[in-house]
């Protein structure tokens, strides 16, 4: 019921900046917070940083400081602004979206995007 198209993603030197951008679709009403994960190979799927509709704001401490996640509410959109950009942060990155009271409601669907490869090169 929900569609998530992530773009901006691609090949970027260490210390460079990349700006992923996530349009929903769909039943937007049931959104309601935004977010970015990320998955390199081998390794598990984690999160990045979220924004619920309201504004609140949630990051992974190895992107605090880098990273800004924004949201235009009325183009259903997400961005995520990486700067100082390191080999580590190299991975397929997922947008994500959440109905209400995810997590507690039970049987809440998680939605996801296709996901867009990030690539820091040393």
């Known amino acids: 019921q929900v569609q998530l198209v992530e773009s901006g993603g691609g090949l970027v030197q260490a210390g460079g900046s990349l700006r992923l951008s996530c349009t929903a679709s769909?039943?937007?009403?049931?959104?309601?917070?935004m977010g970015w994960f990320r998955q390199a190979p081998g390794k598990q799927r984690e999160l990045v940083a979220t924004?619920?509709?309201?504004?609140?704001?949630n990051y992974a401490d190895s992107v605090k400081g880098r990273f800004t996640i924004s949201r235009d509410n009325a183009k259903n959109t997400v961005y995520l602004q990486m700067n100082s950009l390191k080999p580590e942060d190299t991975a397929v990155y997922y947008c994500?979206?959440?109905?209400?009271?995810?997590?507690?409601?039970?049987?809440?669907?998680?939605?996801w995007g296709q996901g867009t490869q990030v690539t820091v090169s040393s």
């Open positions: 924004i619920t509709r309201g504004g609140s704001l």
């Open positions: 994500n979206a959440d109905p209400p009271l995810y997590g507690l409601v039970s049987g809440s669907r998680r939605y």
């Open positions: 769909g039943n937007i009403f049931s959104i309601d917070a």
